[in-house]
Nanobody, 117 residues
Framework: QVQLVESGGGLVQPGGSLKLSCAAA????????MYWYRQAPGNKRELVAS???????GYADSVKGRFTITRNNMQKTMSLQMNSLKPEDTAIYYC???????????WGQGTQVTISS
């Protein structure tokens, strides 16, 4: 059974940095499109960043220039480096892996990120 395990969330002051990671096991890692989503209380889940198997990246306008998504196919991990954090970045962050040619679609358990002074 495929399991995605997230780590790296926490509490940080505005302007600070955090790095989220999503590790996978028992998965053909390199074929998956990967995403980070977030959901703040009372809001819909929104797409934050994406990375293709070819390592083409995409970002929501709200995080462009501050967040960086990367993947390591050998270690089977995906990461989100978040810099210059703002209170509005506060949310639960979820990793998502999808093999687009199949129904395979997996989610992490979510990790809380709180930006507050």
């Amino acid at each position: 059974q495929v399991q995605l395990v997230e780590s790296g969330g926490g509490l940080v002051q505005p302007g600070g940095s955090l790095k989220l990671s999503c590790a996978a096991a028992r998965i053909n890692f390199k074929v998956y499109h990967m995403y980070w989503y977030r959901q703040a209380p009372g809001n819909k889940r929104e797409l934050v960043a994406s990375i293709t198997p070819e390592e083409i990246t995409g970002y929501a306008d709200s995080v462009k220039g501050r967040f960086t998504i990367t993947r390591n196919n050998m270690q089977k991990t995906m990461s989100l480096q978040m810099n210059s954090l703002k209170p509005e970045d506060t949310a639960i962050y979820y990793c998502n892996f999808r093999w687009l040619e199949t129904p395979l679609d997996f989610w992490g358990q979510g990790t809380q990120v709180t930006i507050s002074s």
